[in-house]
């Protein structure tokens, strides 16, 4: 089945380029010394919102008429997806209402606010500020820009693939934060149409690992939410996933669940050794790969997605190590 085309990844790079600039990629020496391989990471913690959600928020958003932008937009996220969405939307000088659960931190929070967003705290879950998104969309005509299960903020997050294949044409393995799957999708997608010898894995935390526990079902699960340092990771995939759930279940080769510590020791690795804040999500492929025995002697590509993350936290890893 096609759930995307790679024109449609074109068209994406091209409608986004005056909000998303290329992201770099930093050969890591102590990754590569560690593992006996030769790890790259893609910094998408770079773009201004501090995520690659920038680019498929910026690529459904540019996809809409003026007619229906003029109403405004709604999103549910766990931060860097609505920071995204509030984004674009102050630079397009339209509405814009950010459902999030009182689980998002305050750093996410206070940005928010600072994008000029409405910002509304519905519950303890994802799934309830999504269907708070709802009624915002019947009630007063908002546009729901959902997080990952699109095929344009798919599109979008599929052009990081195509910088990868720029910066490291000899790459061998794709490291990829996983929750709802679009990320994933979208970089697998465009890799494994290129190059199906690529490897995909996909890393998450092992509380509230929803699209691991729905691979393992062979269908979308609901999960409590708990708390974790990755926190960009909670929420659901949707009962009724279109696209991120089948396009995880054809691309990815592996799914690695990781545990906190190795999550707090991937943090300040990154910050020890790169001198770079990264946030839990972005911290679990580091995690993963100091502790990985199968990368030695390939091209390793780690996405770091995102660096918003309170500062306390940081403070208070910093004093536990």
């Excluded at 920038?54 to 109403?71: F, H, Q, T």
Aim: aromatic share 4%; hydrophobic share 40%.
């Amino acid at each position: 089945m096609t759930y995307l085309s790679f024109r449609e990844v074109w068209e994406a790079k091209k409608r986004i380029s005056s909000f998303v600039h290329p992201t770099p990629i930093l050969y890591s020496e102590p990754l590569s010394d560690h593992t006996g391989a030769h790890v790259h990471l893609k910094l998408e913690h770079t773009h201004p919102t501090g995520s690659f959600k920038l680019r498929g928020a910026a690529n459904k958003i540019l996809s809409l008429d003026d007619k229906v932008l003029k109403k405004g937009v709604t999103t549910f996220s766990t931060g860097n997806h609505g920071i995204s969405v509030a984004y674009v939307a102050a630079e397009l000088g339209i509405p814009c209402t950010v459902c999030i659960s009182n689980r998002v931190p305050k750093a996410k929070v206070n940005r928010l606010k600072k994008l000029h967003a409405s910002v509304e705290v519905v519950g303890s879950s994802q799934d309830e500020a999504e269907a708070r998104c709802a009624e915002l969309e019947r009630e007063d005509g908002m546009t729901v820009i959902k997080p990952f299960d699109d095929r344009e903020i798919i599109a979008g997050q599929g052009t990081i693939a195509l910088e990868i294949m720029e910066q490291c044409p000899e790459v061998d393995e794709v490291i990829i934060p996983l929750s709802g799957g679009g990320l994933l999708s979208g970089i697998a997608f465009v890799m494994k149409s290129m190059e199906p010898s690529i490897h995909i894995t996909g890393v998450t935390m092992k509380k509230g690992a929803v699209m691991h526990e729905s691979l393992a079902k062979g269908k979308p699960v609901i999960l409590e939410e708990s708390y974790t340092l990755a926190d960009s990771l909670l929420g659901g995939i949707g009962t009724e996933n279109r696209y991120t759930f089948p396009m995880t279940q054809a691309y990815m080769d592996k799914g690695v669940l990781v545990e906190e510590s190795q999550i707090e020791e991937g943090l300040i690795f990154t910050l020890e050794h790169h001198k770079m804040v990264v946030e839990g999500a972005a911290a679990t492929g580091i995690g993963h790969v100091l502790h990985s025995n199968d990368l030695k002697g390939k091209n390793v590509v780690v996405v770091l997605s995102g660096n918003n993350i309170d500062h306390d936290v940081v403070l208070n890893l910093l004093a536990k190590s």
